[in-house]
């Protein structure tokens, strides 16, 4: 007997984008389905009701322009990446809670490191193929990465060079952070970049550059300022790295990007996607070859989310941020501890840091689709407005002159205090929490 296929809609008036208006308005009592509309920063207006006609082709999985994610498995096999951010003042106590984080679930290691000969005593016991190491070190970028490029070669003694890691040495993100360098700032990239040559010809594991967005967020950018403020630092790092001799491939393998994530979490999911969409497109217009457009992405729970008071919501927040980067590809995650606006954190808030990202991953799966937001037509359809307006500010951006006079000259500053003013009203008016 032949197969009969079954249609469960044969039978039912076809729906279309009229006839749910006119229901919309009448439950509405007279006013037009507009009134639904939300506005977001960046010029996004938020449409009552998405459809597939919305959404743009995302691509595949793996490829080109990666929204849907930088590899075609995504997190599938392992899970993302746990990075677990430690701040202890003592050395020794860093140490201890480095060693317990690795027994418990953390894949990767984030240190912030006030002095860089205390980094031996840091990592005494941890193994370098099995666990990255990344740094914060502030104004001792260099000199924190010298010393832990001395440790990786003293425990290659079989000279292999498998040593994980990422050096995050970021002299413009340090600039806008702290508002001073130890050197003038071509001076700080020059050496950066030729910190980066000597890792791309010994360390084939670790990464030099970091392309921190999240100062600018601290300050309160908008989703696609930080973008666009990204990609224009990733930019000038391109420059850089090639002008000191690497290849276009080897200069982008040398970058990693940071960016927030919060408790918005369409909207965190979209900017990771659209990232990785912007620099996709960057690298190709650089001449990159297709398997170096991949951006390399490290996603932390933002901290202007966080409150001092009653610091326990931060637990939700953090939540929320981790899962909305899980579901938005980036390839680690780090949440903050729920305290961390207090101040220094106990063990508790870090060990609950940690487990909310394997909570996510081992409990609830999270990892286990491949690109979860593709094919929701909301998140696609703000991806692409998100890409777009970045794009526009990133064009601005490198017609000024570039990302150095961007900063330096104070436009930055400008910028982020017209999108403080914008937020400011918004919450005044109820319109955003």
Same mark, same amino acid.
Request: with cysteine; aromatic share 6%; net charge negative.
């Given at each position: 007997? +032949?197969?009969?296929?079954?249609?469960?809609?044969?039978?039912?008036?076809?729906?279309?984008?009229?006839?749910?208006?006119?229901?919309?308005?009448?439950?509405?009592?007279?006013?037009?389905?507009?009134?639904?509309?939300?506005?977001?920063?960046?010029?996004?207006?938020?449409?009552?009701?998405?459809?597939?006609?919305?959404?743009?082709?995302?691509?595949?999985?793996?490829?080109?322009?990666?929204?849907?994610?930088?590899?075609?498995?995504?997190?599938?096999?392992?899970?993302?990446?746990?990075?677990?951010?430690y701040?202890?003042?003592?050395?020794?106590?860093?140490?201890?809670?480095?060693?317990?984080?690795?027994?418990?679930?953390?894949?990767?290691?984030?240190?912030?490191?006030?002095?860089?000969?205390?980094?031996?005593?840091?990592?005494?016991?941890?193994?370098f193929?099995?666990?990255?190491?990344?740094?914060?070190?502030?104004?001792q970028?260099?000199? #924190?990465?010298?010393?832990?490029?001395?440790?990786?070669?003293?425990?290659?003694?079989?000279?292999?060079?498998?040593?994980?890691?990422?050096?995050r040495?970021?002299?413009?993100?340090?600039?806008?952070?702290?508002?001073?360098?130890?050197?003038?700032?071509?001076?700080?990239?020059?050496?950066?970049?030729?910190?980066?040559?000597?890792?791309?010809?010994?360390?084939?594991?670790?990464?030099?550059?970091?392309?921190?967005?999240?100062?600018?967020?601290?300050?309160?950018?908008?989703?696609?300022?930080?973008?666009?403020?990204?990609?224009?630092?990733?930019?000038a790092?391109?420059? #850089?790295?090639?002008?000191?001799?690497?290849?276009?491939?080897?200069?982008?393998?040398?970058?990693?990007?940071?960016?927030?994530?919060?408790?918005?979490?369409?909207?965190?999911?979209?900017?990771?996607?659209?990232?990785?969409?912007?620099?996709?497109?960057?690298?190709? #217009?650089?001449?990159?070859?297709?398997?170096?457009?991949?951006?390399?992405?490290?996603?932390?729970?933002?901290?202007?989310?966080?409150?001092?008071n009653?610091?326990?919501?931060?637990?939700?927040?953090?939540?929320? #941020?981790?899962?909305?980067?899980?579901?938005?590809?980036?390839?680690?995650?780090?949440?903050?501890?729920?305290?961390?606006?207090?101040?220094?954190?106990?063990?508790?808030?870090?060990?609950?840091?940690?487990?909310?990202?394997?909570?996510?991953?081992?409990?609830?799966?999270?990892?286990?689709?491949?690109?979860? +937001?593709?094919?929701?037509?909301?998140?696609?359809?703000l991806?692409?407005?998100?890409?777009?307006?970045?794009?526009?500010?990133?064009?601005?951006i490198?017609? +000024?002159?570039?990302?150095?006079?961007?900063?330096?000259?104070?436009?930055?500053?400008?910028?982020?205090?017209?999108?403080?003013?914008?937020? +400011?009203?918004?919450?005044?008016t109820r319109?955003?929490p």
């Open positions: 007997m +032949a197969e009969v296929p079954l249609s469960l809609g044969s039978g039912y008036p076809a729906a279309d984008d009229a006839a749910w208006t006119a229901m919309a308005e009448k439950l509405l009592r007279g006013k037009p389905v507009t009134s639904l509309r939300t506005e977001l920063p960046d010029g996004i207006v938020v449409e009552p009701l998405y459809t597939a006609a919305d959404a743009p082709d995302p691509g595949w999985p793996g490829f080109a322009p990666f929204v849907r994610g930088g590899g075609p498995a995504g997190a599938v096999v392992n899970g993302w990446d746990v990075r677990q951010r701040a202890q003042a003592d050395p020794a106590a860093q140490n201890a809670a480095v060693l317990e984080g690795l027994e418990r679930g953390a894949t990767s290691l984030w240190l912030r490191v006030d002095d860089a000969a205390q980094l031996p005593r840091m990592l005494e016991g941890v193994l193929d099995l666990a990255a190491v990344v740094l914060d070190a502030g104004h970028q260099v000199a #924190a990465a010298r010393v832990l490029l001395d440790e990786f070669a003293a425990a290659d003694a079989d000279g292999i060079h498998e040593a994980l890691g990422s050096l040495v970021d002299p413009l993100g340090l600039l806008a952070r702290s508002g001073s360098l130890a050197a003038p700032l071509d001076d700080a990239i020059a050496e950066a970049t030729a910190l980066a040559t000597e890792v791309d010809a010994d360390w084939p594991n670790v990464r030099t550059i970091a392309v921190d967005a999240t100062p600018y967020t601290d300050a309160g950018a908008t989703p696609g300022r930080e973008l666009a403020i990204s990609l224009a630092t990733g930019v790092y391109l420059r #850089a790295l090639t002008g000191a001799g690497l290849s276009i491939e080897q200069a982008c393998g040398q970058l990693e990007f940071t960016y927030s994530a919060d408790a918005d979490q369409f909207t965190t999911m979209a900017k990771l996607r659209a990232a990785r969409r912007l620099w996709a497109n960057v690298a190709q #217009a650089c001449g990159a070859a297709s398997d170096a457009h991949a951006q390399r992405q490290h996603a932390v729970s933002a901290g202007p989310m966080f409150t001092a009653d610091p326990w919501v931060n637990l939700l927040r953090g939540t929320v #941020a981790a899962f909305a980067a899980g579901v938005g590809g980036a390839d680690a995650v780090t949440v903050e501890p729920f305290d961390s606006a207090v101040g220094e954190s106990d063990a508790l808030a870090v060990r609950l840091a940690r487990n909310t990202q394997l909570l996510l991953i081992e409990e609830a799966n999270v990892a286990k689709a491949i690109d979860p +937001a593709g094919g929701a037509w909301y998140v696609e359809t991806t692409d407005q998100l890409a777009t307006a970045a794009w526009t500010a990133f064009q601005e490198e017609a +000024a002159g570039g990302m150095a006079r961007y900063l330096t000259e104070g436009r930055v500053h400008t910028d982020l205090a017209s999108s403080v003013d914008q937020r +400011a009203g918004l919450v005044a319109r955003q």
